[in-house]
């Protein structure tokens, strides 16, 4: 929203009508005439057939509004490296830039929301999400494209990639990173920038929003931090036995890299269970007395 300028205040309509109309949200967009002759070689044009002003122009509200949040968000998150020490203040901080964050990703829902919102235009959201994909799609295209880094996107959703570096190192992981990040930034407009996070070796990736992995942050990391991403050992809708059974199932299984060590570790956990069931079924018919 930023980069491209999209907002209320740069809107100039569709390129062609849609049958017969110019909308914007509920009501007709009617654009002065001589507008865009003028705007000529000033001008953003969306996926979705959507123009806007650029910010040379017009830096919008919006991109304004966000910029602000961000901006705070950043200035919150510095201040929670220093006095590491105090639990409360750091809770505090940790809410506000949380709090920041849910601010920010909530605008495009305020352009969309059509029935509770206040400013509904679908067009606007439309834009967003249509450059949204279309940058990752770019992304995709040339990170493939690039024969030396031998890199593969195995995930894309929303703002982030998954890129599956086959036979490579963890170090080369990290170097190949660093430039794959570097390079996506630079084909962008600011500020739209590609942040290399971390390395995950082992990795096993289930399904969209589904994964664990060992954590590598820094080249020198020389311990893993367990990283699980919406699966049963981090969901609240499970039991803490099944939590606990499934997160050193997965370690057995990134440490030794053997199944059947995990088959083994299982049974014996099954066998715990249900040598605990008589007592426990006691248990709970003298509680009924």
Not at 36 to 41: S, V
Not at 61 to 74: D, G, H, N, V, Y
Not at 108 to 113: K, Q
Not at 224 to 243: L, N, S, W, Y
């Amino acid at each position: 929203m930023i980069a491209y300028n999209y907002c209320y205040s740069t809107f100039l309509g569709r390129i062609t009508d849609w049958r017969g109309k110019s909308k914007m949200g509920f009501t007709e967009y009617k654009r002065q005439d001589g507008l865009l002759a003028l705007l000529e070689n000033h001008i953003n044009i969306a996926p979705n057939g959507m123009m806007y002003v650029k910010s040379e122009v017009r830096k919008s509200l919006l991109a304004k509004m966000l910029s602000e949040i961000l901006e705070t968000r950043i200035m919150v998150k510095s201040g929670m490296k220093q006095d590491q020490d105090d639990k409360t203040l750091q809770q505090l901080l940790n809410n506000r830039q949380l709090a920041l964050k849910l601010l920010a990703n909530v605008t495009y829902g305020y352009t969309s929301a059509s029935f509770s919102g206040r400013m509904p235009c679908s067009e606007i959201a439309d834009s967003i999400v249509q450059t949204g994909r279309e940058t990752l799609e770019r992304a995709t295209a040339y990170i493939h494209s690039v024969e030396r880094w031998g890199a593969e996107v195995v995930y894309g959703d929303t703002d982030s990639l998954f890129i599956y570096l086959k036979g490579r190192s963890r170090d080369e992981a990290f170097t190949i990173g660093q430039e794959i990040a570097q390079a996506i930034t630079k084909r962008n407009p600011k500020p739209i920038k590609l942040k290399f996070e971390k390395v995950y070796h082992p990795c096993v990736l289930l399904a969209k929003k589904r994964y664990v992995g060992y954590k590598y942050e820094t080249k020198d990391q020389l311990k893993p931090e367990f990283d699980a991403k919406g699966i049963e050992t981090v969901r609240r809708d499970g039991t803490p036995a099944e939590q606990k059974i499934e997160e050193k199932a997965l370690r057995l299984l990134f440490e030794t890299a053997d199944l059947s060590q995990v088959k083994k570790y299982f049974q014996k956990q099954c066998k715990k269970k249900f040598a605990l069931a008589p007592i426990l079924g006691k248990a709970h018919r003298l509680l009924e007395h």
